[in-house]
């Protein structure tokens, strides 16, 4: 069992950048993949980015170039840099973190709003 603690969300200008931050209650090396999701008002949940234990990033075709995924193991810490915002930007943000395994095990977080005024 993990907890994650998602961070860093508010109100922010149109343009203007945001990092949003996911603790993890344990260590992330016992996940395979961790991972930045959003949902926005009235739409499902769709992928932002992941990273890798190995550091391997993939990014959501719509996502690339604004979006940065990072990690901190030493800090059992991810990370989400959103530059440029735009109203389309405005969702919560949510953590996951995916074991692998023969039992495939799936975390979230609570999630952190993000809201981009115009």
């Known amino acids: 069992q993990v907890q994650l603690v998602e961070s860093g969300g508010g109100l922010v200008q149109a343009g203007g950048s945001l990092r949003v931050s996911c603790a993890a209650s344990?260590?992330?090396?016992?996940?395979?993949?961790m991972g930045w999701y959003r949902q926005a008002p009235g739409k499902q949940r769709e992928l932002v980015a992941s990273i890798t234990l190995g550091g391997r990033t993939n990014y959501a075709d719509t996502m690339q170039g604004r979006f940065t995924i990072s990690r901190d193991d030493a800090k059992n810490t991810v990370y989400l840099q959103i530059n440029s915002l735009n109203s389309e930007d405005t969702a919560v943000f949510y953590c996951?973190?995916?074991?692998?395994?023969?039992?495939?095990?799936?975390?979230w977080g609570q999630g952190t709003q993000v809201t981009v005024s115009s």
């Open positions: 996951n973190a995916k074991y692998l395994g023969p039992v495939a095990l799936d975390y």
């Open positions: 344990r260590s992330i090396f016992r996940f395979n993949v």
